[in-house]
Each structure stands twice: as structure tokens, then as C-alpha cells.
């Protein structure tokens, strides 16, 4: 969601030499976070963490809620550190004020893993709250809340905060820190029997400096993270009381239907809305450059209503652009370019020209919707001169600086109300704004808060779509069948960085890309440049392996021999899935690896074609290794997530353009895997304890390529482009072209 060069420039505005020591909040800029986010019986002690006079503990989030289940898991890594009563914590979703700006995930994003001497700890979360504040970053998305926000931010609160505790109890008993214990949110002096709550030391607590290197607690000494904890959001979700954006019903409410321009890059020419405005309950009608926007007393009077505005739209010169176009241009851009270099390792070129034996391929994938389950919607009030929005966003923060500057107004005067999403994957946020801009200018023309809801077919057709992509590969073998060289040309250079990079030990590698721009817009999708490549660089070492006669497991293990943390989440999987047993006619096992945001997952697909080309998916094997764990059943539930979306980008998924337009328009002509579809899947975890990784996105790009080498185990097709559908499962062959 946000790149490691958005990051440095970001971090270029604040200016100034090194500062040394620990650059604690101005008072000022604490007296104002208390004010946001605690009530009166609370004392913001750290950062991210308040507590109670009861002993009750709010761990403050920066990050939105679309499912993943981040909010306990969060709360667990803190928990742990603070040595609280499980009990007594809770987990609140941070305002969207400067204030709580997200310098933790700014601090991931370019750090990493890499150590800061502790005289400087104090000056770097000094540096990085800066660029958070600059760039208005609260974002939720690259798997980055619990590896970044946890890791470099809630994680150290909580233990400053302890810490801050222990000195806070030993000052009032007289008696030195290291005398002191914690347990169940209370700090103990053993020798004297003495203890406090966490509720009466607050105060006390909170005038203390946090440590900007407290201890941390080794993973020996865990009891909460590592644990199956009950997710705070579930109870809310099956009673029904949590609260999405589209349940907003401010007073007086309104509700606004849009048409935009069909042709990405078309404007409004002319409209004629005379029959509209005299239905029943419309208000208004609003003509923006791109869109004619209805509002009306009720939604149905208003979808009804825009049915009868008659408008016409121009097609931005991309009014004859159709996929084909955009593939053949991406085919020309692979051809007229060597590119621009991505991995260059020894001399893939030279090994390529010299080599007896050569295998080639071209893979691509088709632009993909996201399809949440919740349609992109935003609830907007303009009234003396301020703005109140309600909206399920990724980024809190950046979507009320986004509000205020379309709106005109300054930042103080727009009001931000954070709600859950209904599903999201990568579309709601303000890189991806139509949604937001369409919903604000109408709030600027209409009398009363109004509810901008994009219907299904407006969400599917003007959407910020995963790009297609095309990548081209040459491999060169030797004489024992592996690998010697490995050159991948692919189109368009997406983030992350490292997503066609592979982990194998092939001596000369050349990984080089192209541009070939379209005007269709492309966003954050789940797993985003990760789901492509994945699929393309799987695929394509399992034709290597085929064509040199081994298995693909043991192909692909050979390869990680210098890679043991690879190797042994390919092997848990392997294992798992039976790997080398018999299966009976039709049925094939596909294996498929990648690492993304910092976790490492292996899938094992396990398919049925019949004889006439029907498709059944039986199971999928997953193994991860995401360092550590820290809440297994939320980790297994994002990688079961992760897959139920790949198998439906895989098997149905495809944007189509005609005319410079979405073909599709809703879900029976984008098919989703369904309930009585979907396969049995394992989800095995593996802790190597290493930096912790994601979850939420890195179950989603093993899972195309896993399908398509068991199709080919179980056919002798190889399909070199998705979705499935639009292949011919009968059983024949396609080998590799050979040069």
C-alpha cells in the first residue's frame, strides 16, 4: 500500500540533522492524544496503550477492520508484554488524527529488520513519527499490522509501558525497579508482599519518559501470543450490532445513486435529467466531469431515477481499445525493449546462447475486480462550512486529509468516522478514491447528509482493477536437468519490489521489465504484484521440471539447498499432502511456493478432470512460516481466506475490456468459488521464529499456480494464461516450446 520510496520522500519533509536521545511527544501533542482517545477515568500511558482506573487496558489501533482479525491479535502482542489480565484488555480503533499517524509502519516499511544501535532508537521513532504525520499514514494493507504496527510499534509501547508501571510502583514503595514483578496487570514486591494494579499506578506511570529500548520478552516466556484467542470482532458480526458504513442514518439522510463515464479516461458531455427530477423524492441531480450522480429520499427512488437520466459520455480516445489491443501491446513491449533491470546475476545471456537445451514459455493474467462483499460507499455532510464523513476506509487518516482537499476545506474542519469494511482487498482507501470524490461534491451540493453507494455494476465497471500482465521466460537446462540460467521478462513493475524474484539456486539469473501503459486503472489487489508472479515463476519452474523428467517437489527442493527455511515449509506441505502416493485415474497433485511479505507459503492442490474436462478441486495443503504464530487460528484463517480468493481468481476471474469499457458488470458474470465448490483445506504452521510476517495476503499466491500444475499432473495441459474457464480441460498436451 505504500512503497519504500514513498516512504524516504516522505521522510525527506522533515528535515534537520540527527537528533540524539529519546525525542519524547511535545506536551502539547500529548495533551491532545489524550484528549482524542481516552475517557475520564483513563490515562494514555504509552503511545498505543491506555488503562483504566478499573485496570482495564484499550490497546489503540491504527489500522481499519475488513476481517482479518488484526485487532486481537494486536491486543495479544500487547497483552503479552504489559503482562496483563487477558480479561481486562480490549482493542479500540485509533481517531484518524495526526496524533495517532502510524510511525511504526513508516519505521517497517524502510527498516525492515535492520538493527538501530540503541543510542539512536529514540531518534529514529522521533524520525519516523514525522514522516507518518507528513504523509497522513494510518494505512491497512500490505500485510504490514502485525509484522509493522505490532513489531515496531505496539509491541515496544507495551513493554515501555510496563516498564513505566514497574518504576511507578517502586518509586511509591521505596524500593529499587528490579525488585519488581508483574502479573495478571498488577506489580508486585514479592519480599514484602506488596501489590498495585495497573489502574492505580496509571497516573503515576504516565509522567514518566517511555524507554525507547524496553526489554522484550523472548519467545520462551510467552502466554498469550501463541495462543488461539477468541477475536474481539466476532460477537459484533453474528449478532449483527457492528456497525459498517452503510448502516449510517444520520438524521434527515439522503441517498445518491451514480452513472459514470462507461470508457476509463471519458468525460460528461451532456445530460438531460428532466424526466428524473420530477420522479418521487428526488432531491437532486449533479453533474460532475466524470459521473451524473441522483439523490433522492429513499435508494430504490434514486437507482430508478438515474435509469431515466439520459447522458452521454466521450471515450477519452480509448473508445475502439479492447484486451486484445492491450495484449498485443504488452506482447510489442516485451519485444521492442530489453528493459529495465530488476535481478542480474552472473550472465544469463551468454549461458541462454551457449546452452544445448532451452525451454521457453509466455504466461499472462487478465486485469481482476476486487468484488467486496460490501460495495464502495461513503456517507458525506457539508454544513457551516465543515464535512462529516462516515466511511469504511484503509486509511483513516489519508481518507480525511483526501476529504478535505476535495472538498476545499482544511484539514481540522472535516470530521472522520472510521467504520468497518465488508471486505475491501486492497479497493478502499484514497488511492483508489472515485467513491470518495463522488460521494464529497455531492455533499457540497445537497442540503443534508447524503449516503453515496456505488451499485454492484458501477462497483465492478469503474473499480481500480490488479493489472494483467504478460511475462515471458527462458530457461536453460544442463546436462543433469537443472537449471543453469533463468531469464524472465515481464510487463509493468509493481509493488513490492521482489514479487518475480524467485528463491531457487539457479547460477545466472536475468529478471528484467517493461511499461506498457493502458487507460485502465489499476490498484492495490490482494497480495498484489505477489498473485502474478506467483503464478507465472511456479508454473514456470514446474515446466522445468517436467521437461527434465523429476518430480516437482523434489525439482523445487533440490533448488532450495541453500535455502533451509524454504525447504522446510515445501517439505511440511509435501508431507502433509501425501506427496508421491498413488491417486486414482484423472486426479493430479500440483505444488506451488512463494514468499511475501516476509512469510513463506507452500500449497499442495489435489484435482479431478474427467474425461469430458469438468474440473474438481478435493483439498489443498497449505504450509506457513510467518516466524511466529501469534494468534494460530487467525493465522490459519487468513491463509484459508488468502486461498478462497486465490481459487476464485484462478479458476473464474477476468475483467474483460470492449470499446474501452468493463465487460462485466456482476456476479454471474464474475464468478465467485462457492460454499458447494469450495475444496477441503489444511493450513499447517510451521515457527522458524525468524522477523514475523504477514497473513493476511501470502495464502493468495500459491494458490494459482498449484491448481495449474495438478491440472497438468492430472492432464497433460499446461495452462499458460487464467482464468480456467477458458481453457479445454480434456485430456491431451502442450509441452514447452523448445528452441
Not at 463 to 485: E, Q
Not at 499 to 513: F, M, N, T, W
Not at 671 to 682: G, H, K, N, S, W
Request: net charge negative; hydrophobic share 45%; glycine share 10%.
Amino acid at each position: 500500500m505504500v512503497s519504500r520510496r514513498q516512504v524516504l520522500l516522505g521522510g525527506a519533509l522533515v528535515g534537520g540533522g540527527l537528533i540524539v536521545g529519546y525525542a519524547a511527544w511535545p506536551g502539547t501533542r500529548a495533551q491532545r492524544a489524550e484528549a482524542l482517545a481516552t475517557g475520564p477515568t483513563e490515562r494514555l500511558v504509552a503511545t498505543w496503550i491506555k488503562i483504566g482506573s478499573d485496570d482495564s487496558i484499550a490497546v489503540i489501533v491504527p489500522h481499519g477492520d475488513m476481517g482479518q482479525g488484526i485487532f486481537t491479535a494486536l491486543a495479544q502482542m500487547a497483552a503479552e508484554e504489559l503482562d496483563a489480565d487477558w480479561s481486562k484488555v480490549r482493542a479500540e480503533i485509533a481517531p484518524p488524527a495526526p496524533e495517532f499517524a502510524n510511525g511504526a509502519l513508516a519505521e517497517g516499511f524502510i527498516l525492515h529488520d535492520v538493527r538501530i544501535p540503541s543510542l539512536f532508537a529514540g531518534a529514529v521513532d522521533f524520525a519516523f513519527r514525522n514522516i507518518a504525520e507528513v504523509m497522513n499514514l494510518q494505512i491497512t494493507g500490505g500485510s504490514s499490522s502485525v509484522r509493522f504496527t505490532g513489531g515496531y510499534g505496539i509491541r515496544l509501547a507495551a513493554a515501555a509501558a510496563r516498564d513505566m508501571l514497574v518504576r511507578a510502583a517502586a518509586k511509591r514503595w521505596g524500593v529499587e525497579p528490579g525488585e519488581c514483578a508483574t502479573e495478571l496487570s498488577r506489580v508486585h514486591h514479592r519480599a514484602s508482599g506488596r501489590a498495585l494494579g495497573y489502574g492505580e499506578l496509571a497516573g503515576e506511570a504516565a509522567q514518566y519518559t517511555p524507554s525507547s529500548t524496553p526489554r522484550l520478552k523472548p519467545r520462551s516466556e510467552y502466554k498469550i501470543v501463541g495462543q488461539s484467542m477468541r477475536r474481539f470482532d466476532i460477537p459484533a458480526k453474528v449478532d449483527g450490532s457492528l456497525a459498517f458504513a452503510m448502516d449510517v442514518r444520520p438524521e434527515g439522510l439522503l441517498y445518491a445513486t451514480v452513472r459514470g463515464a462507461p470508457v476509463f479516461g471519458g468525460k460528461l458531455i451532456a445530460h438531460d435529467a428532466s424526466l428524473a427530477a420530477k420522479m418521487p423524492g428526488v432531491k437532486r441531480v449533479v453533474a460532475l466531469d466524470d459521473a451524473v450522480i441522483v439523490v433522492a429520499d429513499r435508494r430504490w427512488r434514486a437507482t430508478k431515477a438515474l435509469e431515466a437520466v439520459v447522458a452521454s459520455f466521450s471515450g477519452g480516445g480509448n473508445g475502439d481499445v479492447d484486451s486484445a489491443v492491450i495484449f498485443a501491446r504488452h506482447d510489442a513491449a516485451l519485444s521492442d525493449s530489453k528493459g529495465s533491470e530488476d535481478v542480474e546475476k552472473g550472465d544469463a545471456e551468454k549461458t541462454l546462447a551457449n546452452a544445448a537445451r532451452v525451454i521457453a514459455a509466455d504466461y499472462r493474467v487478465p486485469y481482476l475486480a476486487h468484488a467486496a462483499m460490501e460495495p464502495v460507499n461513503c456517507t458525506a455532510w457539508h454544513k457551516d462550512g465543515k464535512l462529516e464523513v462516515w466511511v469504511g476506509t484503509q486509511d483513516g487518516l489519508g481518507t480525511r486529509a483526501y476529504c478535505a482537499e476535495t472538498a476545499g476545506l482544511s484539514f481540522d474542519d472535516v470530521t472522520l468516522h472510521q467504520m468497518a469494511m465488508g471486505g475491501s482487498f486492497g479497493r478502499k482507501g484514497e488511492w483508489s478514491p472515485n467513491f470518495l470524490r463522488h460521494a464529497v461534491l455531492t455533499a457540497m451540493e445537497t442540503d443534508g447528509p447524503v449516503q453515496l453507494v456505488f451499485s454492484r455494476e458501477e462497483d465492478m465497471r469503474q473499480d481500480y482493477y490488479r493489472p494483467c500482465v504478460v511475462s515471458r521466460f527462458r530457461a536453460a537446462l544442463g546436462p543433469d536437468g537443472m537449471p543453469i540460467a533463468w531469464e524472465n521478462r515481464y510487463t509493468g513493475k509493481n509493488e513490492p519490489a521482489e514479487a518475480a524474484h524467485i528463491p531457487y539456486a539457479i547460477a545466472h539469473q536475468s529478471i528484467r521489465y517493461v511499461e506498457s501503459p493502458a487507460h485502465v486503472p489499476t490498484g492495490q489487489w490482494r497480495s498484489v504484484a505477489h498473485s502474478q508472479h506467483g503464478y507465472f515463476t511456479e508454473s514456470f519452474i514446474d515446466e522445468l521440471a517436467h521437461e527434465a523428467g523429476q518430480d516437482p517437489y523434489e525439482f523445487r527442493r533440490t533448488l532450495l539447498r541453500d535455502a533451509p527455511r524454504y525447504r522446510a515449509v515445501l517439505d511440511l506441505a509435501a508431507q502433509k499432502a501425501g506427496w508421491g502416493e498413488a491417486l486414482p485415474e484423472g486426479r493430479g497433485r500440483g505444488i506451488a511456493l512463494q514468499q511475501s511479505f516476509q512469510s513463506i507459503v507452500a500449497q499442495v492442490a489435489e484435482v479431478e478432470v474427467t474425461a469430458d474436462g469438468a474440473l474438481k478441486i478435493h483439498r489443498i495443503v497449505a504450509a506457513v512460516d510467518s516466524g511466529i504464530a501469534i494468534n494460530p487460528d487467525g493465522l490459519k484463517a487468513q491463509i484459508e481466506g488468502g486461498i478462497v480468493y486465490g481459487l476464485t481468481a484462478a479458476l473464474y476471474g477476468e475483467i474483460a475490456i470492449d470499446k474501452g469499457a468493463v465487460v462485466q458488470a456482476n456476479f454471474p458474470d464474475y464468478e465467485m468459488v462457492r460454499l458447494a465448490d469450495c475444496p477441503a483445506i489444511e493450513v499447517h504452521i510451521l515457527e522458524s521464529g525468524e522477523p514475523l510476517g504477514g497473513a493476511g495476503e501470502p495464502g493468495t499466491p500459491p494458490a494459482a499456480p498449484a491448481i495449474a500444475n495438478a491440472i497438468f499432473a492430472a492432464t497433460g495441459r499446461r495452462l499458460r494464461s487464467l482464468p480456467v474457464k477458458n481453457h479445454r480441460l480434456g485430456r491431451g498436451s502442450n509441452q514447452s516450446v523448445r528452441l
